[in-house]
């Protein structure tokens, strides 16, 4: 099982954390935090819905109902006050750090432009390295879905994951 690392109270390092806000809250918290200086990444991707009259492509979030934010311990006053905003995801009262790297992993999938949908949390399955193509370098978890090879790649604090469609010429198990 990863770990999930904590920051210890007073810390003062910037790093990510995970928000809960309320439902359909994001745009509001992201806007507001956004607006008090701090960093955010909700990782927003289209999603075709089909009204009687139209199919319009929507942006919906990858992980309904969180949003990421860098901030420190020190800011954590500023993220609790804005309007929409729950909690920050916690351990033993101690904020969940999500490593840069999972934020990068998550950002590159996105804007890669490959298919790619929320996917249940994997702990079990082999690990695996994308070694070319527009995501070369991501590490995930190969799982194979019905005709088609996907890379999950997750982030452990929410026990969450999104799934990436990949050629399967494309991957190599970790060493």
Not at 42 to 57: C, Q
Not at 75 to 103: K, N
Not at 148 to 171: G, P
Request: proline share 7%; net charge positive.
């Amino acid at each position: 099982m990863d770990s999930v690392v904590v920051a210890p109270p007073g810390d003062s390092r910037v790093s990510w954390v995970a928000v809960v806000t309320r439902p359909r809250a994001e745009r509001r918290v992201q806007a507001g935090l956004t607006q008090v200086g701090l960093e955010t990444f909700v990782p927003w991707h289209g999603v075709r819905r089909r009204w009687s009259d139209r199919v319009k492509v929507v942006d919906q979030n990858l992980f309904p109902g969180y949003l990421f934010c860098r901030s420190s311990f020190d800011q954590r006053h500023a993220v609790m006050r804005q309007p929409g905003v729950e909690c920050v995801v916690s351990f033993d009262r101690t904020p969940a750090v999500i490593p840069d790297e999972e934020i990068v992993a998550l950002r590159r999938a996105i804007d890669s432009g490959l298919p790619l949908g929320p996917w249940p949390f994997l702990k079990a399955g082999q690990r695996v390295r994308i070694r070319r193509g527009a995501l070369a370098g991501i590490e995930g978890t190969l799982v194979r879905d019905s005709d088609a090879w996907r890379v999950a790649v997750s982030v452990n604090a929410l026990q969450r994951s999104i799934a990436v469609e990949v050629d399967r010429d494309m991957i190599c198990p970790l060493s």
